[in-house]
């Protein structure tokens, strides 16, 4: 695995970690793209706060600046490293071993039990 | 971090390859230990799907049918959008044992990088029209 694969992941995993952080990234979410000052009014965090984190996000790729009206600068949520992150929690959350253990659980079954109603699922899948 | 790009699996079950294949690679069989419903067109290029009574579904694309020893299909990634279009590889891989199989699986590509294609074509060109336009207004501003 690329190494800067595991910094994107690391660095998205890092800005969740902070309630503040995912609270400024679930408002870019919601409303789209917001100065630090419109943030402020919405959000119950200092002007000055939330600059702060927004400046650590916009370097690890989590938002892009741009600029805005009355020549402030307005940040965009950027989705693609969050979908870094996702795919390593998809791998964790791949449950091969529960979904082999039906598989053989249910070839016991229909050899002992050939013409049986449909088989108790041992598990959902999701 | 270490993060894993491909999940292996190893497992003997006491059945014989041809009833593991069929579990793998029927409808039937599909919708007894995996899904709750399922269909399979059961060639490379074919389609098959699963769904779950909890409303679950997963589209698959069956890529490799060698019986009764490999079976591949790619799938949606779990957890991403419906229409994201990256998938993750699975591989079955059946070897007989005595009388039973030694069942492998292999998922593979959940390292894949987002396409940021996009993105840098993108990116590339607002940066070349930022620069031809530079380039118009010396050349106008020399005029």
Redesign the interface.
Known sequence: MPADVEAIAERVFTALADPTRRAILAALAAGGPATATDLADRLPVTRQAIAKHLALMAEAGLVTAEPGERRRVRYRLRSAPMQVAQQFLAALARDWDRSLEALAEHLDQSVRKPTTTPLQKARKHV | ?????R?E?T?E???PPS??WA??TTAE?LA?????EASVDLRPGGSAW?T???G?TVDMRVERVEEPTVFGFTWQ????PKD?P?R?YVEFTLEPVGAGTR?T?V?SG?????T?AH?TAYDGNTKGWASELGELVSYLDAG
């Open positions: 971090m270490g993060f894993p790009d999940i699996r497992v079950i006491a059945h009833e593991v579990a793998l069989g007894a230990w995996f899904g709750n699963m779950w009574t909890n679950h990634i779990y957890g991403l994201d990256r993750t069942l699986v998922e959940f390292a894949q990088l987002p940021d993105r």
